[in-house]
């Protein structure tokens, strides 16, 4: 295994261009390490045949694959429009009402969710990922609100409407978002994302229901909403209670503005990594891909960026799910992030970690940094929970981490989780050495051209409590 390996990690999400046991099988193989599942879309059928395709594939392939589970939240869309079309005029006075009537044709349509409980007059309603800008004028019943329309253009079926201002009270999880949590806790998932994230409380209160359930899955926030980034102080606590972060551009960029998005992924990044969080870039990073072959030069250095900053894991959507190219979008988004890695410093961490993680922070990097300066070929981390791993990936080494986990959830988890490879084995005091020894004879670990020994830097806690506290140095 080359130190020269992909570090950034990959999500795919599967739709249907990618709906067979054959495609997902070659993403996999190409380098894909975690799958979406998005709620948003298909049966729970569907998602029960995708989650055990994907299963098979990494089991071929012998290594953990992740699975998260993308939940819709209160995604609010129209209705069906006659002829799938309706032009606006600068001062058309629209009426959204919550039902599924006919319509008819004229300024008032039906949407999907009753916005007259939670709107309030003079607050903005963009429609159709904010090509149309409304203003609300008037709350007209229990069921429905009146917009007066800012500029000339159209709107279609189904298509979603955003409302940066409006304070949902908590209120993201909806009943189909209840009944795909109950549904998926009992199925293979590693990770579920909430949406529309508002406040820290939004995250526990999912947590708490997943641990009700019985589910093991760690809850991924998706940072879309202008209340979301309202301070940096609010950004943190959500990042705090979360285990990890979607920075979900696509939604934030319609709410809050497109010259927000980059400094935001950037803040994003720098305090996942002080809190050894998780953190997902999404959005558009290859999206020509969904009709070209080749992706854009902007592309190209979107994706570098995020690399470049230290980003966990980069995000395929529509190119993957839908697209025309889907295992060449894999295989380039692989390329690119292997040629920036091997021709570029990952940036520093600029947020150090307080309080009770400070410690075991100190020992991660020690790690890190005495497996640089010594050489090593490797940091093998032995983890029960995957929090000895996160700590050191946090860290960003130039070099593989190995994770050994007695617990297959865990491993799964950890194969979105920078630079990490997984593997499950039986507990024992030595098991991370033990794992090195194996690796290096199956020719998966390899030595510097002309060194006979392995050396590995084995990062490990007692498995009875909580933190990193022992690095040894051991040759294999």
Not at 7 to 13: D, G, N, P, Y
Not at 169 to 188: F, M, P, Q
Not at 213 to 238: F, M, N
Not at 293 to 308: C, F, L, Q, Y
Request: proline share 3%; hydrophobic share 40%.
């Amino acid at each position: 295994m080359s130190k020269l390996f992909k570090r950034t990690k990959i999500l795919a999400t599967i739709g249907p261009a990618t709906n067979s046991a054959e495609k997902i099988e070659e993403i996999i193989m190409a380098g894909v390490n975690g799958c979406r599942l998005n709620c948003s879309h298909g049966s729970n059928e569907e998602r029960d045949q995708q989650i055990k395709w994907i299963r098979d594939a990494a089991a071929k392939k012998g290594r953990s694959v992740a699975i998260l589970q993308d939940l819709q939240g209160p995604k609010i869309r129209l209705g069906t429009l006659k002829d799938n079309h309706l032009d606006l005029k600068k001062g058309d006075e629209l009426i959204l009402e919550y039902g599924d009537f006919i319509h008819d044709g004229g300024l008032r349509v039906p949407i999907q969710y009753n916005l007259a409980e939670k709107c309030r007059v003079g607050e903005p309603l963009s429609m159709f990922d904010g090509k149309v800008k409304t203003e609300i004028i008037e709350i007209v019943s229990d069921t429905a609100i009146k917009v007066k329309i800012l500029n000339d253009g159209f709107i279609m079926s189904k298509k979603g409407l955003n409302l940066p201002d409006t304070d949902f009270g908590g209120d993201i999880l909806t009943e189909k978002d209840l009944s795909d949590i109950e549904y998926g806790a009992g199925c293979d998932y590693d990770y579920v994302a909430l949406s529309f994230v508002q406040s820290a409380a939004d995250i526990v209160r999912l947590k708490q229901l997943l641990l009700s359930l019985g589910s093991t899955a760690k809850v991924v926030a998706k940072i879309e909403t202008k209340k979301a980034i309202a301070s940096d102080e609010h950004l943190e606590e959500i990042v705090e209670a979360a285990d990890g972060i979607m920075v979900a551009r696509g939604d934030m960029a319609v709410e809050a503005g497109a010259e927000v998005v980059p400094i935001v992924q950037r803040k994003l990044i720098a305090m996942c990594r002080a809190h050894a969080k998780l953190c997902i870039v999404a959005t558009q990073m290859l999206s020509s891909m969904v009709d070209s072959p080749e992706p854009t030069r902007a592309e190209v250095s979107d994706v570098a960026t995020a690399v470049v900053q230290g980003a966990d894991v980069v995000m395929l959507s529509d190119e993957t799910a839908n697209g025309s190219y889907p295992l060449e979008t894999v295989m380039e988004m692989k390329k690119v992030i292997l040629y920036t890695q091997n021709h570029s410093h990952i940036a520093p961490m600029v947020k150090q970690p307080e309080g009770d993680s400070a410690a075991y922070d100190a020992i991660s990097s020690a790690a890190a940094r005495l497996a640089e300066k010594i050489e090593a070929d490797v940091v093998v981390c032995q983890t029960a929970s995957g929090a000895t791993a996160m700590m050191v990936a946090a860290q960003r080494p130039n070099l593989p981490i190995v994770s050994v986990t007695s617990n297959v959830r865990v491993a799964n988890q950890l194969a979105l989780t920078y630079a990490n490879s997984a593997f499950v084995r039986s507990y024992s005091a030595d098991f991370g050495y033990e794992l090195a020894v194996e690796l290096k004879k199956s020719g998966y670990l390899q030595t510097e051209e002309g060194k006979k020994d392995l050396m590995a830097v084995i990062v490990s806690g007692d498995k009875n409590k909580v933190g990193t506290d022992t690095i040894m140095v051991r040759k294999v």
